[in-house]
């Protein structure tokens, strides 16, 4: 049976997938496993959430107003945006709810396993300069960024609209970006303009951005008082989710059976890779198992792309013997956050980043 209509995410489902997350899947997609062999994710392999719907946007009139708690107001087309200085930064972003259909019993919402994330190059204008030309008052305490989908959720209409506080809004990385990859912004990425926050899950990177306003108190809209906080099981709204916990995912070995996504190998050595990241601080360490993370062993870390993009990993595995194995991975980030091995619970299923757990059989040599 599937949930009422206005059923809101976080909502425990059943053991079957409902038609209402089919309908969510089908709309958004996750990065392929495999492109984790690409340090920068190829256009249209990074992973999409699309909150609401993509809004129809005329660039020719389209504009970006900044108000609020600022000396003056600000209203600027894209291509005023694209005179100012530019920096390209890789940055590495992750949902929020990657990993909460791995959770048990599992939250009714986007069934994300552990496929939504992507690293791309991000063109666009630093914010912090633009807060500055508009003389940001002493009195503003948090930056607000409404983008142009509209929805229900909550049972109230509203915009997308997330805040940061102000040393966070006006950290030097903090970009308005009109380009990924080195072309415009595809429409499901945000076209024209998006906020792009290294170090925070996707909630926080602000799509098909009009709106800039300085506030004197904090703002309670519903994604930042209601939507992304962690849930305990009795309901009550616990922390914010903000910054990305650290993760360790491998690009899968082999060949796949094509429902299950078990992967087969040919017996002999074999040269296991992936990706890291934490929002915290830099990659310190990667460990692999190939066991179920019964034993661990150093992986070794590839050359730092940027510190605001994910870390390559490698390590060889003799795969002589044949037989069944699951491989593992865990990063630890360089402030001693670690990867569990199981994830905490909570109502809406955010932040779950415990270690991926890869089925692999190694096959039988080949008679003669």
Known sequence: MDPPADTPPGTVASEEITPAELQLAARNHGMPLEALRHPITPLGLHYTLIHYDIPAVDPSAWRLELAGRFERSLSLSIDELRERPAVTLPVT???????????????????????????????????????????????????????????????????????????????????????????????????????????????THVK??????????????????????????????????????????????GIPDFLTRQRFLEPGPCLLAGRAWSGWAPIESVEVSTDGGLTWAPADLDEEVADTAWRGWSHEWDAREPGAYELCSRAVDAAGNRQPTAGAWNLKGYANNAVERIPVTVRSPEPG
């Open 93 to 203: 972003i992750e949902c929020a709810g990657n990993g909460r259909a791995r959770l048990a019993p599992r939250p009714l919402s986007q069934p994300w396993l552990v496929e939504a994330v992507g690293t791309a190059e991000w063109t666009g204008t630093p914010l912090a300069p633009l807060l500055e030309e508009a003389g940001l008052l002493d009195d503003a305490v948090e930056i607000l960024f409404t983008g142009l989908d509209r929805g229900v959720e909550g049972g109230v209409e509203q915009s997308y609209e997330r805040s940061l506080s102000v040393p966070e809004a006006c950290e030097p990385q903090v970009l308005l970006a009109y380009q990924m990859n080195g072309a415009p912004l595809p429409p499901q990425h945000g076209f024209p303009l998006r906020l792009v926050v290294p170090g925070w899950y996707g909630m």
């Open 208 to 253: 098909w951005v009009c709106r800039i306003a300085a506030l004197a108190e904090p703002f309670e809209g519903y994604q930042q008082a209601v939507g992304y906080r962690i849930y305990g099981p009795g309901g009550a709204p616990g922390a914010q989710v903000t910054r990305m916990l650290p993760r360790s995912l491998m690009a899968p070995p």
